[in-house]
């Protein structure tokens, strides 16, 4: 099947190599001709502008945008529009706010531009593994892309079936992709991934936070404990109820280094957790481990916040207590 790429960054190379390796035919876009030349030796089609990328794609034309979520996609999607005609598809493979993606869609739609999000999960491990994907549009343009979203999923490989699946009929899930519902419902569902996702990453950090500081002078000498760091991790992957992918590379990370010595410790969000804060208020359902997730990394940023400040201030004017290391 023929796609069109634009955007040739870490995630849309190598999803592009992906498909090509499955027999698809890919026209890639990007603002560096260097990265649209060394894809073209691997196999896809170039273009040196979007009139070019257009013109070389067969209707009904696909074009898959992974290009930074806000203005940038917002600007590719409009460039896109502009130049296709009824009965194409623009494809969202970003992290783009579903509410969003409902107004695309809907300003597409009276052009006959069909409009499919896809919530894209796999990072820079995805071109072997495969991408998870959670994909909302129409159904028609769903179905007909469907020889692109098998390639890309993992597939069912070794996972064993989940007890009672032989029951369910139809459907891709097994495979590593899923139909959400209308444009927008796909990007909503990576919405809470990536806000579930903040939340499991904490409580990990804050657990071997934990075994780090065991051995600490501050405690009675008889329950100090040196702890593996890289030996935990590593027999919690075998066996334990908290196993997991993100263990598997915390684990990766800790037999690299066991003191990380080479991270600062500053973790930026990528919007995804603040919107599905957003979404929690809205329906008034309470998300109080994401949240306090979310206000973690907020404060992995600052030295120390004036709210710090103001505690220690007052720490001192009611009780004398002097900050530690100015004894």
């Keep these: 099947m023929q796609l069109g790429m634009v955007g040739l960054g870490k995630m849309g190379a190598n999803m592009t190599r992906r498909l090509i390796r499955g027999g698809h035919e890919l026209v890639v876009s990007d603002l560096s001709q260097d990265a649209v030349k060394g894809l073209v030796g691997?196999?896809?089609?170039?273009?040196?502008?979007?009139?070019?990328?257009?013109?070389?794609?067969?209707?009904?034309?696909?074009?898959?945008?992974?290009?930074?979520?806000?203005g940038p996609t917002e600007k590719t999607v409009q460039a896109l529009a502009d130049r296709m005609q009824s009965g194409d598809t623009i494809i969202d493979g970003g992290n783009s706010y579903f509410k969003d993606d409902v107004r695309r869609a809907e300003q597409l739609r009276s052009k006959g531009i069909h409009y499919v999000d896809v919530g894209t999960?796999?990072?820079?491990?995805?071109?072997?593994?495969?991408?998870?994907?959670?994909?909302?549009?129409?159904?028609?343009?769903?179905?007909?892309?469907?020889?692109?979203?098998?390639?890309?999923?993992?597939?069912?490989?070794?996972?064993?079936?989940?007890?009672?699946?032989?029951?369910?009929?139809?459907?891709?899930?097994e495979d590593g992709y899923i139909h959400c519902g209308p444009s927008g419902a796909g990007h909503f569902v990576k919405m809470v991934h990536n806000g579930i996702e903040y939340g499991m990453m904490q409580a990990y950090a804050e657990g071997f936070d934990i075994f780090k500081n065991a051995d600490s002078k501050e405690l009675p000498e008889n329950i100090r404990f040196t702890l593996n760091l890289p030996d935990i991790a590593e027999v919690w992957r075998r066996g334990s109820v908290v196993s997991s992918w993100l263990l598997d590379l915390t684990a990766m990370a800790l037999i690299e280094n066991p003191t990380l010595a080479e991270y600062t410790g500053?973790?930026?969000d990528s919007g995804e957790g603040r919107w599905t804060i957003a979404a929690a208020l809205d329906e008034a359902v309470p998300a109080e481990v994401l949240t306090?997730?979310?206000?973690?990394?907020?404060?992995?940023?600052?030295?120390?916040?004036?709210?710090?400040?103001?505690l220690?201030?007052?720490?001192?004017?009611?009780?004398?207590?002097?900050?530690q290391g100015k004894h």
């Design 312 to 323: 220690s201030a007052m720490r001192q004017k009611f009780g004398g207590h002097i900050e």
């Design 292 to 310: 306090a997730a979310l206000y973690t990394r907020f404060r992995s940023r600052q030295e120390h916040t004036f709210a710090e400040k103001m």
């Design 266 to 268: 500053f973790v930026q």
């Design 42 to 70: 691997e196999g896809a089609v170039g273009s040196a502008s979007i009139d070019e990328f257009i013109g070389k794609l067969k209707a009904p034309r696909a074009a898959w945008v992974m290009v930074p979520a806000g």
């Design 121 to 173: 999960s796999g990072g820079i491990w995805g071109i072997d593994r495969g991408y998870c994907m959670m994909i909302g549009g129409p159904k028609e343009a769903v179905t007909r892309l469907d020889p692109i979203f098998k390639t890309l999923a993992p597939g069912r490989g070794d996972i064993p079936r989940t007890p009672g699946r032989e029951k369910v009929s139809g459907g891709t899930a």
